[in-house]
């Protein structure tokens, strides 16, 4: 902000770090940014109304940091969370601060150390008045791209934090899709790191362009500077650490009864990972294949290409439904194109994709499932055999590939007009009396399906609690 030509005060528990800040500043161009050692002087340093943004770790540090300031604060004044936060306790500190008439927004941001200086993607939920004063400053904070700055009013408190974790769930989905085609490319392919950093570099200028392929071409070449030996990566623990929000987001999927298989793979390969110990015991016991189906170097790479581009539209139409389903059920009124727009710049999931799925979100805000946006399905369908034989491939070869795998099985579920699903619901009325529906009539019904069956009574009775 303060190169922006914004003045800014900033605070901190440690009055070392507030110096460090200001010095930085001032080393930087003398930047207008002024440091306070405590809330009070920190508070009083502030134009009226104020506007403060907190960035403290999420749960009790923020909820401690906010008695402290407000306690100072006034009437019209806002209070900014800028941390990833769980989406409730934005909306419970929005009432606990109305009763002060402090305006409190929960504004999701997204970049890492790069965005922090360069512009990140700010995904703001709070009082429109809030947003207002807010505007011109997260306006020219944001990163910028052709369409715009990398921010926009998304809705009421809540929506902001909401949009946020879900764009870390389509990331871990993205995360887990680019490391299941490494794993292919050096165990099945046989590639080298640099040989796998220019494969990646080349999709990075087509239609795969994207911060995460950029970063991976980067990652996979750099050298190890400790043992002057090899690869850093491959010196890498495979242990994936995480936060939480691809946690919450596959929640979220649950408790708004949306399916994402991708997702929700990626967050499962997480929690595998982190069982080390088990799976080095586990290699000594369990077997796989032991031979690798001869297919051409040239195929696989093309189909690989394919399957990962498929594969991530289905994480971005995963997350999207999340984020309908919720902003339908709290009556947020968030913009799904505009979701996408924001994220084209600045965050980590930006990338090329996002222009097309902008424009398709643009041109039909009731789209069911991006899947079947008339371009996205032509896409789809021009790339669902190549799909099926990296699925196959790797499957034959023992490679798990859980997220690109369910990502087609999301893809062959969505476009059948006919699942299994009839003998579930049978199973679950011969069981348990929770009824079914017919194809060839209206009604609810329910089937003695054997002499041990007796009348359950009311039919409708039964169908309640359903979700």
Not at 256 to 275: C, E, F, G, K, M
Not at 297 to 311: N, R
Not at 427 to 435: A, C, L, S, V
Request: glycine share 10%; charged share 25%.
């Amino acid at each position: 902000m303060a190169s922006k030509g914004f003045k800014v005060c900033v605070g901190n528990r440690s009055t070392s770090k507030v110096e460090l800040t200001v010095n930085r500043a001032k080393d930087e161009g003398d930047l207008p940014l002024i440091g306070a050692m405590s809330p009070e002087e920190f508070v009083s340093k502030l134009s009226k109304p104020r506007k403060v943004i907190i960035l403290v770790m999420a749960g009790k540090p923020v909820d401690e940091t906010i008695a402290k300031l407000s306690e100072f604060m006034e009437e019209g004044d806002v209070i900014v969370d800028g941390g990833n936060e769980w989406y409730v306790n934005s909306v419970r500190r929005s009432e606990e601060l109305k009763t002060k008439g402090i305006m409190f927004v929960g504004m999701g941001i997204s970049g890492g150390e790069e965005g922090a200086r360069n512009g990140p993607s700010l995904m703001p939920g709070g009082p429109k008045e809030a947003y207002d004063m807010l505007e011109p400053i997260i306006t020219k904070c944001a990163a910028q791209v052709s369409d715009g700055p990398c921010t926009g009013y998304l809705g009421p408190v809540g929506s902001g934090n909401y949009v946020k974790m879900v764009h870390n769930g389509i990331e871990y989905g993205d995360m887990q899709l680019i490391a299941e085609v490494y794993d292919v490319l050096r165990k099945i392919v046989g590639m080298d790191n640099d040989d796998m950093s220019a494969l990646f570099a080349k999709w990075n200028e087509g239609e795969l362009s994207s911060y995460l392929i950029e970063i991976t071409a980067t990652i996979l070449a750099k050298k190890d500077d400790l043992t002057e030996e090899g690869y850093v990566v491959d010196y890498i623990l495979d242990k994936t650490g995480m936060k939480g929000t691809g946690r919450w987001t596959v929640q979220e999927a649950a408790e708004q009864s949306v399916a994402a298989p991708t997702i929700a793979a990626s967050l499962d390969t997480r929690y595998i990972s982190a069982r080390k110990e088990e799976r080095v015991k586990a290699a000594t016991i369990l077997e796989g294949p032991t031979e690798i189906p001869n297919v051409s170097k040239e195929q696989i790479l093309e189909d690989l290409e394919a399957s990962l581009y498929a594969s991530k539209i289905c994480s971005y139409a995963q997350g999207l439904n999340i984020i309908k389903g919720a902003s339908d059920k709290h009556d947020w009124g968030v913009d799904l194109s505009e979701c996408a727009r924001l994220w084209k710049g600045g965050c980590i999931i930006r990338a090329k994709l996002l222009d097309k799925i902008q424009a398709a979100l643009a041109a039909d805000s009731d789209l069911l499932n991006l899947m079947v946006d008339p371009g996205f399905a032509s896409e789809l369908n021009a790339r669902q055999l190549a799909w099926r034989r990296i699925v196959t491939l790797c499957v034959a070869s023992g490679i798990s590939c859980p997220a690109m795998c369910s990502s087609l099985n999301y893809y062959d579920s969505y476009r059948r007009e006919s699942l299994p699903s009839n003998l579930v619901q049978a199973q679950r009325d011969f069981f348990g009396g929770h009824t079914y529906e017919r194809i060839d009539q209206d009604g609810v019904y329910h089937t003695a399906w054997t002499d041990a069956h007796k009348s359950i009574g009311n039919i409708n009775e039964r169908t309640a609690g359903n979700v």
